[in-house]
């Protein structure tokens, strides 16, 4: 049993531009945007700056760049400390960027289940003044949402709005690597603009659960992001005709937000599914978004080894470590590409259970991981 089609599952990252995508950057009106004159960058740019309630927004090519940018901005000192947590995108993904280039010094602080950071210990993590000789200097708070590494959680506008009070009140600026705050703007039934209320900057990225080629934006005063395109140039992030991308990136904000109830609908199917299946275990309770993990509770059953089993059936999926996967949910998945998922899944696990000489080679392979996407 072959699938027709690639169900792919590795993230929300692969999805193709759809033709209503790919009509609008072929028409797409532009103009060199490195010298500020491209027309369909400046329209996209004000119309996230509006749907997120700040004063402007500037597009990068990626997420990690956002978020280096954003970072650099507000720790424009050397010397400086970033608070943030040891699950973040940030601090595990982003090849050391904030440190390698920015000489910032990331203060990491444990992230709960959800996603969140208890309150006292970002507190507790801020550097008192009197120890400037001697320590970095705390300049920010950086949160997450949705948290990737945490199943894709969403954090709450009052939680995020408590971080800023904290925030506001030690002379901090607050980030947020929104990457999915549209998933989580949807998920809870809550504006983008409430969820960010408290943030100085936001980066949000357009190739994920929307589903656009290429691109994220940054979000923030209008100081904040005149800053942050010097930094961006410096980067190698300024482009000429952006407008293409812009102009597809549009198009995956007007047309794909109202498809990410779907993907978490879907989500949640995938995982109850899941769990009906004795070789894992799932708790469906807490996916909140488009992203499932499952552990495997059978040693003989290696996330490498499903996964090659899986790609033979045209189900692609990526491990999460050692002993768990996870499946990521996007616009371009259906209900039947979920169900036939499903069957996959359970057909590779007890393929492999039956002693398949083919996988023996893969025992001791080193599990590749989904970095980052």
Same mark, same amino acid.
């Given at each position: 049993?072959?699938?027709?089609?690639?169900?792919?599952?590795?993230?929300?990252?692969?999805?193709?531009?759809?033709?209503?995508?790919?009509?609008? !950057?072929?028409?797409?009106?532009?103009?060199?945007?490195?010298?500020?004159?491209? $027309?369909?960058?400046?329209?996209?740019?004000?119309? !996230? *700056?509006?749907?997120t /309630?700040?004063? #402007?927004?500037?597009?990068?090519?990626?997420? &990690?760049?956002?978020?280096?940018? +954003?970072?650099?901005?507000?720790?424009?000192?050397?010397?400086s400390?970033?608070?943030?947590?040891?699950?973040?995108? @940030?601090?595990?993904?982003?090849?050391?960027g904030?440190?390698?280039?920015?000489?910032?010094?990331?203060?990491?602080?444990?992230?709960?289940?959800?996603?969140?950071?208890?309150?006292? %210990?970002?507190?507790?993590? @801020?550097?008192? $003044?009197?120890? +400037?000789?001697?320590?970095?200097?705390?300049?920010?708070?950086?949160?997450?949402? &949705?948290?990737?590494?945490? /199943?894709?959680?969403?954090?709450? *506008?009052?939680? &995020?709005?408590?971080?800023?009070?904290?925030?506001? +009140?030690?002379?901090?600026?607050?980030?947020?690597?929104?990457?999915?705050?549209?998933?989580?703007?949807?998920?809870?039934?809550?504006?983008v603009?409430?969820?960010? %209320?408290?943030?100085?900057?936001?980066?949000?990225?357009?190739? %994920?659960?929307?589903?656009?080629?290429?691109?994220?934006?940054?979000? /923030?005063?209008?100081?904040?992001?005149?800053k942050?395109?010097?930094?961006? %140039?410096?980067?190698?992030g300024?482009?000429?005709?952006?407008?293409?991308?812009? #102009? *597809?990136?549009?198009?995956?904000v007007?047309?794909t937000?109202?498809?990410?109830?779907?993907?978490?609908?879907?989500?949640?199917?995938? #995982?109850d599914?899941?769990?009906?299946?004795?070789?894992?275990?799932?708790?469906?309770?807490?996916?909140?978004?488009?992203?499932?993990?499952?552990? @495997?509770?059978? +040693?003989?059953?290696?996330?490498?080894?499903?996964?090659?089993?899986?790609?033979?059936?045209?189900?692609?999926?990526m491990?999460?470590?050692?002993?768990? !996967?996870?499946?990521?949910?996007?616009?371009?998945?259906?209900?039947?590409?979920?169900?036939? *998922?499903?069957?996959?899944?359970?057909? #590779?696990?007890?393929? @492999?259970?039956?002693?398949?000489?083919?996988?023996?080679?893969?025992?001791?392979?080193? &599990?590749?991981?989904?970095?980052?996407?």
């Amino acid at each position: 049993m072959v699938a027709n089609k690639v169900v792919d599952l590795r993230s929300d990252t692969v999805t193709k531009p759809s033709e209503s995508m790919r009509a609008a !950057m072929a028409a797409a009106e532009v103009d060199d945007d490195v010298l500020g004159a491209d $027309p369909t960058a400046h329209r996209f740019e004000e119309e !996230m *700056a509006r749907i997120t /309630g700040k004063e #402007a927004a500037l597009f990068v090519p990626s997420g &990690t760049m956002a978020n280096l940018i +954003s970072v650099l901005v507000h720790c424009d000192t050397r010397g400086s400390e970033v608070i943030l947590g040891d699950k973040s995108h @940030i601090h595990v993904y982003e090849n050391g960027g904030i440190s390698t280039i920015g000489g910032v010094h990331p203060k990491t602080v444990k992230n709960n289940p959800d996603g969140t950071i208890d309150i006292d %210990k970002i507190v507790a993590a @801020i550097r008192h $003044p009197d120890g +400037s000789l001697y320590y970095p200097t705390t300049r920010l708070i950086c949160l997450e949402n &949705t948290h990737a590494n945490c /199943g894709g959680k969403c954090l709450s *506008a009052e939680y &995020t709005n408590k971080v800023g009070e904290v925030a506001k +009140s030690h002379g901090l600026k607050l980030h947020i690597d929104g990457a999915r705050i549209f998933n989580a703007s949807v998920a809870l039934g809550v504006p983008v603009h409430q969820l960010v %209320k408290a943030a100085d900057s936001v980066s949000v990225c357009i190739s %994920k659960g929307l589903g656009a080629p290429v691109g994220s934006v940054i979000v /923030g005063s209008n100081a904040f992001v005149e800053k942050a395109k010097i930094l961006r %140039k410096t980067l190698g992030g300024g482009m000429r005709q952006v407008g293409i991308l812009c #102009a *597809a990136a549009h198009v995956a904000v007007r047309e794909t937000v109202s498809k990410l109830a779907d993907d978490h609908r879907r989500a949640k199917v995938l #995982a109850d599914g899941l769990k009906k299946i004795k070789h894992f275990t799932v708790d469906s309770t807490s996916v909140e978004t488009n992203m499932v993990f499952f552990d @495997i509770v059978d +040693s003989r059953i290696s996330p490498d080894k499903l996964c090659q089993v899986l790609e033979q059936r045209n189900v692609l999926a990526m491990p999460a470590s050692s002993k768990s !996967m996870r499946l990521v949910l996007h616009y371009q998945i259906s209900d039947s590409d979920v169900q036939y *998922a499903l069957t996959c899944i359970e057909k #590779a696990a007890e393929e @492999i259970l039956t002693g398949s000489k083919k996988f023996e080679h893969l025992t001791n392979g080193t &599990t590749r991981n989904s970095y980052g996407h």
